[in-house]
């Protein structure tokens, strides 16, 4: 979902896919302001989760297909840790953020915290699990303390499945597996209304068709990406489609057609996308921008929700009030973006190394 910086085999950036994983992180971001505006100003958001699945199946396929399966240069267990470790300093991050806030609000409101539910519930997140049983403040939310957790549980257990199965997982696997989650998924949608099934309220399996849906079609879009990928995209053509695929967050269709909608930009819309805007050339003024957008998401998507708590708290804390519409959407989500560049470069980029360095080092005296 979160690869930032991965090349293609001409050592060129994947720029536009890292664009537009910034784009759709900073919609999701708008989408949260909801409670606190009064109105939605990215109603289909929702559907970034869908984008990121189709994303990281992608790129993860360009990033360790060839040395799990052909070369058997890396084992699972070895896959896992990487991910792991890419996944995991972010996501505990944003854990510890979102219990300073929801300790916050329970002292705002008043109310007390139910000991042994908190306590449970921290110790399952702590290991990217769902909190079965919710805490008194938010029961039954399986995801309790920083909501978007339950895309990054998803796109984990994803990932491990992956890795252990890889050698097995043929393209007539992978086919079939396309075919009975889109199945799911269009059953689960058209029932529902739109492709907005999250497994927030103890409805853990909803998030699943979306998760092998989008994840198996990235990972066979890269294996046929040299078939299916356009050439020759020109500059126009690739921002008009990051344009595009940006405003298929924000914009909604009238109700009646939400779920037929939903169903064509995961099914159709983003995978062409992510198809265009991986050979596309970003060379220009451009490039900086989306590059840095890219860098940031995973930062961005992991710490926004708690960080929007704690900077509206701390707003009316000091006496201001309710923030008005304009001040969160031209202060507060710029900071939010802000610090979400600085925690990537000054504790998430760090860890990793250091995390990695450990890795390395053990896996020398092993062999030694």
């Known amino acids: 979902m979160h690869q930032a910086k991965k090349m293609t085999s001409n050592n060129r950036r994947l720029v536009g896919l890292d664009g537009i994983r910034g784009l759709a992180a900073i919609c999701v971001a708008v989408h949260h302001t909801e409670g606190f505006v009064g109105f939605d100003a990215a109603p289909a958001a929702y559907l970034a989760v869908d984008l990121f699945f189709c994303l990281s199946g992608f790129v993860i396929g360009h990033a360790y297909e060839r040395k799990l399966i052909q070369e058997s240069s890396l084992s699972a267990n070895d896959f896992a840790i990487k991910r792991l470790i890419r996944?995991?300093?972010?996501?505990?991050?944003?854990?510890?953020?979102?219990?300073?806030?929801?300790?916050?609000?329970?002292?705002?409101?008043?109310?007390?915290?139910?000991?042994?539910?908190?306590?449970?519930?921290?110790?399952a997140s702590m290991f990217f699990l769902p909190a079965i049983g919710g805490t008194s403040l938010k029961a039954p939310n399986l995801f309790p303390f920083n909501g978007p957790s339950w895309s990054l549980f998803l796109e984990i257990v994803i990932n491990l499945a992956y890795g252990y199965t890889a050698r097995l997982l043929s393209n007539g696997v992978l086919a079939v597996i396309l075919l009975a989650s889109w199945v799911w998924l269009a059953a689960q949608t058209l029932a529902h209304g739109s492709a907005d099934l999250i497994p927030l309220d103890g409805a853990l399996l909803s998030g699943f068709p979306r998760v092998l849906f989008s994840f198996s079609l990235g990972i066979?879009?890269?294996?046929?990406?040299?078939?299916?990928?356009?050439?020759?995209?020109?500059?126009?053509?690739?921002?008009?489609?990051?344009?595009?695929?940006?405003?298929?967050?924000?914009?909604?269709?009238?109700?009646?057609?939400?779920?037929?909608?939903?169903?064509?930009?995961?099914?159709?819309?983003?995978?062409?996308?992510?198809?265009?805007?991986?050979?596309?050339?970003?060379?220009?003024?451009?490039r900086q921008p989306l590059l840095i957008a890219?860098?940031?998401?995973?930062?961005?998507?992991?710490?926004?929700?708690?960080?929007?708590?704690?900077?509206?708290?701390?707003?009316?804390?000091?006496?201001?009030?309710?923030?008005?519409?304009?001040?969160?959407?031209?202060?507060?989500?710029?900071?939010?973006?802000?610090?979400?560049?600085?925690?990537?470069?000054?504790?998430?980029?760090?860890?990793?190394?250091?995390?990695?360095?450990?890795?390395?080092?053990?896996?020398?005296?092993?062999?030694?």
């Open 87 to 123: 996944l995991y300093p972010l996501y505990l991050l944003g854990l510890l953020l979102g219990v300073l806030a929801y300790a916050g609000m329970s002292l705002s409101r008043n109310q007390q915290m139910d000991p042994m539910l908190f306590a449970t519930s921290l110790i």
């Open 294 to 368: 890219g860098e940031a998401s995973y930062a961005l998507y992991a710490i926004h929700v708690p960080l929007l708590g704690l900077l509206l708290g701390a707003w009316k804390a000091a006496g201001l009030g309710q923030p008005p519409a304009w001040a969160i959407f031209a202060i507060v989500l710029p900071l939010i973006v802000v610090l979400a560049i600085v925690v990537t470069r000054l504790y998430d980029e760090p860890v990793r190394k250091a995390l990695s360095a450990g890795k390395a080092m053990r896996l020398r005296w092993r062999r030694s």
């Open 220 to 286: 066979l879009m890269y294996r046929y990406r040299q078939r299916l990928s356009p050439s020759g995209i020109g500059k126009a053509a690739a921002v008009t489609t990051i344009v595009v695929a940006t405003a298929l967050l924000v914009f909604q269709a009238p109700a009646a057609l939400v779920g037929i909608k939903d169903l064509i930009v995961i099914t159709a819309l983003f995978p062409l996308a992510v198809l265009v805007l991986y050979t596309a050339n970003f060379d220009g003024v451009l």
